[in-house]
C-alpha cells in the first residue's frame, strides 16, 4: 500500500472510527459523501505535511544515526522495498522524521525521537478548537 494511502486511512480512522458498511462496502452508518470528505481532509493534511518536510535534511538526518547505531544493519530487511540510498534504513528514517532537536540530534545519547502524542486524540482536539478558526491567511508553510 502507497504511504500516501495508509496515512489517509489511519487518520480517516481516528476521526470516524469504526462505521458500518453493507456487503458492497457502502457506508450505512454515516453518509458516503462524509467518507469522501474526510478522505480528502486527510489526503490535504498528507500534502500540507510532506510539504513542510525537508527532505535533504530529513535524509542527511537518518544518515547520521545509522551510521553511529547500526551501520552493519543492511540498508533494508525487505526484500520487496529495497533501499536506494546507500547505508540507510527504514528505522533511522523513521527516527528522522520525528526528530524534534533543532540542531545536530546527539544520536549516541538520544537514539529515538520523542513520541509523546500517542494517546493524543487529535479529532477531538480539532473539533474543539475549529470553533476559534480565523480567516485564511498566508502561512510560511503555505504551499
Ligand atoms: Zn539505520
Known amino acids: 500500500m502507497p504511504n500516501r ?3 489517509v486511512r489511519v487518520l480517516t480512522q481516528d476521526v470516524l472510527g469504526n462505521q458500518r458498511r453493507n456487503g458492497r462496502r457502502q457506508y450505512e452508518s454515516m453518509p458516503p459523501s ?11 493534511i ?11 535534511r530529513l535524509l542527511f538526518e537518518a544518515a547520521s544515526p545509522h551510521a553511529l547505531l547500526h551501520p552493519d544493519r543492511p540498508a533494508e530487511d525487505d526484500r520487496q522495498y529495497p533501499s536506494p540510498v546507500a547505508d540507510l534504513c527504514g528505522d533511522c528514517l523513521r527516527e528522522a522524521f520525528l526528530a524534534d532537536d533543532t540542531g545536530a540530534q546527539d ?3 538520544r537514539p529515538a525521537s520523542p513520541r509523546e502524542h500517542s494517546g493524543t486524540d487529535w479529532p477531538a482536539t480539532v473539533a474543539a478548537v475549529l470553533p476559534h478558526r480565523a480567516a485564511a491567511s498566508s502561512h510560511p508553510f503555505q504551499n
Open 5 to 7: 494511502e495508509a496515512v
Open 34 to 44: 462524509a467518507h469522501h470528505d474526510m478522505l480528502d481532509a486527510a489526503a490535504a
Open 46 to 56: 498528507v500534502e500540507r505535511a510532506a510539504g513542510a518536510v525537508d527532505w535533504p
Open 107 to 109: 544520536w549516541t545519547a
